[in-house]
C-alpha cells in the first residue's frame, strides 16, 4: 500500500521513526525559510522513509506566538494544490488530541479524513479528551462524512484500565479496536529513532502493532456517529 503521514503537531515529531531522524523539516518552517508556502514544491516538504512510506509535517509557529492549528490547514491546502494525495491508499493525519481548536479539527472539518480513531488510556484525564474530542467529531458527523472508527488504549497500567477503555467505548457508541500493552521495547527502538516494527521484528509488540493495522483495515467503512457523554 501507499501511505502516507501528515503530522499535524506543532510539535513535529509524527515521522521522525520512520524517517530516522530528529525531526522532519515542517512546511510552515520550509514556507518561512522559502519566502512563501507558493515558493515551495512537493519533494521539499515530502520526505521518504522506512518502506517507502511518505512523509509530512506541517508544523507550528514558535510557542507563544500565533495559532498552532494555522500550519495544519496551510500545510492540507498545500498538499491538496501540489498532488500529494494522487495514487495514495491510506493517509494518516496525526493529530494532537487534547486542544480541538479549529486548525486541528481541520481534517475533521473539511472531510479529508474518513475515520477518526482516538487514542488514549485508563487514566481520567485521557479519557476526558477521547470524550471531548467525540464532541468534535459529532460536530461534524452530521453534515460530513467523518465517523470515529474506535478507540486505541495505548496501556498506561493504571488500575482496571482495560474496564475503563471498554466502559467508555460502550458510552460512545463505539468499540475499542486495541489494546495495545506497555512494553519497554518501545523505548528502545525510539532511542535508535525506529519504530518496533524496524527495530524489533519479531517482538510480542509489533505483532501487536501488526494486529491493530489489520484490525483498522478490516474495520474500513465500519465507523459510527459517536455519542458523548455530556
Not at 10 to 31: E, G, N
Not at 152 to 167: G, M, S
Amino acid at each position: 500500500s501507499e501511505i502516507l503521514i501528515v503530522g499535524c503537531d506543532p510539535k513535529a515529531d509524527s515521522t521522525r521513526l520512520i524517517l530516522h531522524a530528529k525531526a522532519q523539516d515542517t512546511i510552515l518552517s520550509l514556507a518561512a525559510s522559502a519566502g512563501s508556502v507558493e515558493d515551495l514544491e512537493l519533494e521539499d516538504v515530502m520526505k521518504v522513509g522506512y518502506k517507502d512510506i511518505r512523509c509530512v509535517e506541517s508544523g507550528g509557529p514558535e510557542p507563544g506566538v500565533g495559532c498552532a492549528g494555522r500550519g495544519v490547514i496551510t500545510s492540507i491546502n498545500f498538499l491538496e494544490e501540489n498532488g500529494a494525495y494522487e495514487n495514495i491508499d491510506y493517509v494518516s493525519y496525526d493529530v494532537l488530541g487534547d486542544v480541538v481548536c479549529g486548525g486541528f479539527a481541520m481534517p475533521i472539518r473539511e472531510n479529508k479524513a474518513q475515520e477518526i480513531y482516538i487514542v488514549m488510556s485508563g487514566e481520567m484525564m485521557a479519557m476526558y479528551a477521547a470524550n471531548n474530542i467525540s464532541k468534535g467529531i459529532l460536530k461534524y458527523a452530521n453534515s460530513g462524512g467523518v465517523r470515529l472508527g474506535g478507540l486505541i488504549c495505548n496501556e498506561r497500567q493504571t488500575d482496571k484500565e482495560l474496564e475503563l477503555a471498554e466502559a467508555l467505548a460502550k458510552k460512545l457508541g463505539t468499540q475499542l479496536i486495541y489494546f495495545v500493552p506497555r512494553d519497554n521495547v518501545v523505548q528502545h527502538a525510539e532511542l535508535r529513532r525506529m519504530t518496533v516494527l524496524e527495530y524489533a521484528p519479531e517482538s510480542q509488540q509489533a505483532d501487536h502493532y501488526r494486529n491493530l493495522a489489520t484490525k483498522v483495515h478490516n474495520n474500513g467503512g465500519k465507523g459510527i456517529i459517536p455519542t458523548p457523554i455530556s
